[in-house]
């Protein structure tokens, strides 16, 4: 069993911190001895795994960098060099690799992205704005006295709020963020799905080294990790990607569809994700949405989907079924265990709610976030194989519906029986209905490598 | 029972590579040049001959040492390695495959020891059956269908899945007489030649081809 050093991994990588407003903030370092001055400042504010015995805080800061990043601050050669390829390369050169072409091609992202400058990401959580501009504020007065960074641009993220109160839904008005992995060693407050399947068909949390560099993964190795051990210890990589919704043409294309599918709009809404749009997974209620089951957290996640193998209940190439398979693909859901990721993230742009028009030109979407040992183990594997492929779903060539670069020619099947309300159906000529805007391959690391850094200690001999 | 898998026949040549100092590019690399640019789509000589599921082509240039405890070995002779999956009968498919395409293949075997050339098919079906290994396993993604039967069905699937998406919805009497239209639309349409079918794939996932 790993036993954790909390206060030394950021806490960010632990665990969601569940606060309704969220600013990440993308620095560009002009000289290496001032940004790593500026570091050493950040230090003693960065938010760590530590528990939060008398509650949540008011906001919390965490900081990131590019592989570019980590040359501004002249890190040693040998070091820099160690690196995992795809992180050396980051994101943008990984485009063909990701499917991220067409809509989703690097040419259509934000000019933030253009030129290669990002070094570092900021990422503030707070429980309130007033919070986020005074931590912000807080943070831009360091940046001035230490000239250690300049920012070249923010971006804001909110839960969507409903009657004041902040929910899990996204602008497609699914309820989103179930189901990120437990790992050993790592507390939480953990409920059955959410780890590995273990063939008495109860559920175990993975190996810490899925998560965090340093400690032992799924096969019983030591993820590919820079030098010197303490560097990448504790830490882990981190993928950030701006995703704009079409909410526009994804409710014309639901309202257009449904019209033909008898089983009835919110059922076809469902189909696509394999829950119903409050959360209740199709497979545990194919019929209803039922508020008892995802308010139970025993159930809202325990589930998998042996008994439901043509699809009738959850499709196969529904999006939760195709991104964590559990069972799916045979041999008790082992061939998945080392391709699992953790999920942070929030919406971004202003709330689309259901009877308000909507537009694709809303500057409108997700900021979805990945935490993973390896990149290209976990996370493009994932977007290379189960979003833009379906082989492994035998879905043939067909892409993830929700997420996938269709390009108007995109085709998901539903499987259905032979009742009147859950037909077998095609959609065709799918859409983007999302398209990516930008994002890069970032390293998370733990308080004694910050440390390190900020005080030119990195040494890989 | 060795070679055979359901109705397919897993073919294994191996056929040892010229050594010879004296020629520049050597001989081994001179096959890897060809093989490098060989079509894998509708100009390979495996498309253009009848009865190829899959084939492929490898230059073998020795064993590797993995390191203690395995123990150091060599091969005497680099190999070019052909696997294939076939239809039926061994000696009708080399003849198809000789008939189909003998200059591709004399580029390739030219390079390679006691070679008779393509003139004589007969030299030809003996020389590669003495360079025969038994295939003890065997994968074949069909092992139960002939390849004209395997491109009719894939040929099929694609066109019901298109008449599926025009045809959803549509009220009964209308869809089951544009049905036996389409049916014997399909029936009549010929057989896609080998390697027509494949549908481009816009990801990479490394390798010369992709």
Not at chain 1, 212 to 234: H, K, R, T
Not at chain 1, 287 to 300: F, G
């Amino acid at each position: 069993m790993s036993k954790l050093n909390e206060t030394d991994i950021q806490g960010f990588v632990l665990r969601g911190y569940n606060l309704p407003f969220a600013r990440y903030v993308f620095l560009h370092f002009e000289d290496a001895a001032r940004a790593r001055k500026l570091i050493g400042s950040l230090l003693p504010l960065i938010t760590t795994g530590q528990r939060w015995d008398n509650g949540k805080p008011q906001s919390t800061v965490n900081i990131a960098f590019t592989h570019r990043g980590l040359c501004a601050l002249e890190l040693p050669e040998a070091t820099l060099l160690s690196f995992p390829v795809e992180f050396q390369q980051g994101m943008k050169h990984r485009a063909g690799i990701l499917g991220d072409t067409g809509h989703n091609a690097p040419e259509q992202w934000d000019e933030l992205w253009h030129h290669n400058r990002v070094h570092a990401w900021l990422g503030v959580n707070a429980q309130s704005p007033e919070a986020l501009e005074a931590r912000c504020a807080a943070l831009r007065s360091l940046l001035t006295e230490t000239s250690g960074a300049t920012i070249l641009a923010s971006q804001d993220a909110a839960a969507v709020m409903e009657n004041g109160k902040p929910t899990s839904r996204e602008h497609f008005g699914y309820t989103d963020g179930f189901g990120n992995p437990d790992y050993l060693g790592i507390s939480r407050s953990t409920q059955p799905g959410q780890g590995k399947l273990m063939p008495d068909g109860t559920w175990a949390p993975l190996a810490t080294g899925e998560l965090l560099l340093g400690y032992a993964d799924e096969a019983g190795e030591l993820p590919v990790s820079p030098l010197p051990y303490l560097l990448a210890n504790n830490g882990s990589f981190m993928v950030y990607r701006k995703l704009h919704q079409n909410v526009a043409t994804f409710r014309k294309y639901l309202n257009d569809l449904s019209t033909q599918y008898s089983g009835g709009k919110e059922k076809l809404a469902a189909k696509f994700i394999g829950r119903w749009r409050d959360g209740t997974p199709l497979e545990l209620s194919p019929d209803h949405p039922a508020p008892s089951i995802v308010e139970d957290p025993n159930r809202n996640t325990n589930f998998t989907y042996g008994a439901d193998p043509e699809g009738t209940s959850c499709p196969i190439g529904a999006h939760i079924r195709r991104t964590h398979p559990r069972d799916a693909f045979g041999f008790n859901g082992k061939l998945i265990d080392r391709r699992r990721i953790t999920r942070r993230g929030l919406p971004y742009g202003p709330p689309a709610l259901e009877d308000q028009p909507a537009s694709d030109a809303d500057d409108r979407g997700i900021i979805f976030m990945v935490l993973n040992a390896s990149i290209s183990r976990q996370f493009e594997f994932v977007q290379q194989q189960w979003i833009e492929y379906g082989n492994d779903a035998r879905q043939g060539n067909d892409k993830d519906m929700l997420l996938g670069n269709h390009g108007g020619h995109g085709k998901f099947v539903i499987q259905g029986d032979t009742t009147e309300t859950n037909p077998p159906f095609v959609c065709a000529h799918l859409p983007n209905f999302v398209e990516l805007r930008g994002g890069d391959y970032f390293f998370l690391p733990s308080i004694t490598a910050l440390g390190m850094i900020a005080m030119g200690l990195v040494d890989p001999r | 029972m060795p070679n055979q898998n359901g109705s397919i026949y897993g073919l294994s040549i191996l056929s040892p590579i010229i050594d010879d100092p004296s020629v520049n590019p050597s001989h081994d690399l001179q096959i890897r040049e060809i093989l490098a640019t060989l079509s894998t789509g509708a100009e390979s000589p495996f498309a253009i001959a009848p009865g190829t599921h899959m084939a492929r082509f490898v230059v073998l240039d020795d064993v590797i040492f993995v390191g203690y405890p395995s123990v150091e070995e060599h091969l005497q002779s680099k190999y070019l390695i052909l696997e294939s999956n076939l239809d039926g009968d061994l000696d009708t498919y080399l003849r198809g495959l000789i008939a189909a395409a003998p200059q591709q293949l004399d580029a390739i075997y030219n390079h390679c020891v006691g070679y008779p050339g393509s003139s004589n098919p007969r030299a030809f079906v003996d020389y590669m059956k003495s360079c025969q290994l038994e295939t003890t396993f065997l994968f074949a993604a069909v092992n139960d269908k002939s390849l004209p039967e395997t491109l009719r069905a894939l040929q099929t699937q694609r066109a019901v899945s298109d008449f599926i998406v025009t045809h959803q919805g549509t009220e009964p009497a209308r869809l089951q007489s544009e049905f036996a239209q389409f049916a014997a639309k399909l029936k009549s349409l010929p057989i896609p030649k080998p390697a027509s079918t494949t549908m481009h794939r816009e990801l990479k996932i490394g390798g010369r081809n992709e």
